[in-house]
């Protein structure tokens, strides 16, 4: 991890030498007593911290924090449930990005069993937002967001902007060709055999334009890192 993120709650209790946050600062940064650290706090600014004191047990840190807050970039990312090990990636990988929210939902082809790993009940898929900004050096967690479907998606959401649905099949651009002003994006990826023709015109109808990464056939989690790369280069935070 290149930053180490805090909750606000967390700052004046001692850090348990059990915690992955003091195994890094103890074994990886080899960091001694006084020395300074890059550290964060969630949704909020980046800073220093100081290993001060220590006992068996734990570590007391002291903490000073910059005036500047990191901003995410105005990309909304949907995404079809897709296996797990996919989805890990595509969490911790986008979220590095610098993507605002990501939003799972079902499509017509998707595996219903996705839905119910238990990657969305244990926690961990909101410690893969947390590790993918530290890997960033970042302090912004995206959004996480579930829908049952597409429909329903677009229902509650109801995205503005530049609306956006990576298609290999029925797309009329070439996602690099498109211009993006400084509006909201969203980008809409399928699963892993794509949308259905009832889907690809539901997008359509809400406005979305179906755009290509080229011919080949991309994973799922490569066309979402490569879709936002290229976005992000006309998307300002």
């Given at each position: 991890m290149n930053l180490i993120l805090f909750n606000s709650e967390e700052l004046e209790a001692p850090l348990k030498k059990s915690d992955p946050r003091a195994v890094h600062i103890l074994e990886v940064l080899r960091m001694d007593s006084g020395q300074k650290f890059d550290v964060g706090l969630v949704n909020g600014p980046r800073g220093k911290a100081r290993w001060k004191d220590s006992d068996k047990g734990s570590l007391q840190l002291s903490f000073a924090w910059e005036t500047e807050v990191p901003t995410l970039l105005p990309i909304d990312l949907w995404v079809s449930f897709c296996r797990?090990?996919?989805c890990r990636r595509i969490?911790?990988?986008c979220t590095s990005l610098g993507v605002r929210s990501i939003n799972f939902f079902d499509t017509e082809k998707s595996e219903p069993n996705y839905r119910k790993s238990k990657l969305w009940t244990t926690g961990e898929a909101e410690r893969l937002l947390v590790r993918g900004a530290e890997q960033a050096f970042c302090t912004q967690i995206p959004l996480l967001r579930f829908g049952?479907?597409?429909a329903e998606t677009i229902e509650e959401n109801?995205?503005?902007g530049t609306c956006l649905a990576l298609d290999n099949y029925e797309s009329?651009?070439?996602?690099?060709?498109?211009?993006?002003s400084n509006e909201p994006i969203t980008l809409a990826v399928g699963g892993e055999r794509g949308w259905s023709n009832l889907e690809r015109d539901l997008l359509r109808k809400h406005g979305f334009t179906l755009v290509d990464l080229g011919s080949r056939v991309l994973r799922t989690e490569t066309a979402c890192i490569s879709g936002i790369s290229i976005l992000s280069i006309q998307a300002k935070p």
């Open positions: 797990p090990q996919t969490l911790q990988e049952n479907e597409l109801k995205p503005a009329t651009k070439r996602l690099g060709a498109i211009e993006v």
